[in-house]
């Protein structure tokens, strides 16, 4: 598209249809009202979503995390969420935890929930296609490989592989 020097847009296609709404209030206030005529209202987020949450990367293990809990309970901090980021994960595999590290995450979710605080686990859109440390098979890519759920190369056949960078700041 392109925008003209005069109020127009040229749009040039290939094929398809373009849906405009154009909506003609005479404030700003009635073109919002209009828009949410057509599309409705946003949905209200969960009442504890927009509280304090704490979130960061590079926790070494569970033990700091809750050391961290304790700190902000001991000082009345309200907070209503606690993030954890890949850290957590066996080999930053999503689905998995780290059993020395993390050993005891289960339980640690249920003490939060029993003081009204969430817990929240980052997940990576990237399932990897190693084994677990353990020489066990990674589950969700087995149980992916079997329903032949992955996006692959040109070929159709062979699952398209990607690299997952953590950059840290």
Do not use: C
């Not at 700190?71 to 309200?78: G, S, Y």
């Not at 999503?94 to 995450?105: I, R």
């Not at 149980?143 to 398209?160: F, I, M, Q, Y």
């Amino acid at each position: 598209f392109v925008v003209q020097p005069a109020p127009a847009v040229t749009y040039r296609t290939i094929g398809g249809i373009l849906d405009f709404y154009i909506f003609l209030g005479d404030t700003p206030e009635q073109v919002v009202q209009e828009y949410l005529q057509l599309v409705g209202l946003p949905a209200l987020p969960a009442y504890w979503n927009l509280g304090f949450q704490l979130s960061r990367y590079g926790y070494a293990s569970l033990d700091e995390v809750k050391e961290i809990v304790e700190r902000n309970r001991a000082v009345n901090l309200p907070y209503d969420a606690q993030v954890i980021d890949i850290e957590y994960m066996e080999k930053r595999k999503d689905f998995t935890y780290d059993k020395v590290k993390f050993k005891e995450l289960p339980e640690f979710a249920a003490y939060l929930h029993d003081y009204g605080q969430k817990y929240i686990i980052i997940l990576d859109p990237a399932i990897s296609t190693q084994n677990l440390s353990d020489g066990s098979s990674y589950e969700s890519y087995r149980r992916g490989t079997a329903r032949k759920v992955w996006v692959n190369e040109s070929d159709g056949v062979t699952p398209l592989l990607g690299e997952v960078i953590v950059v840290l700041h």
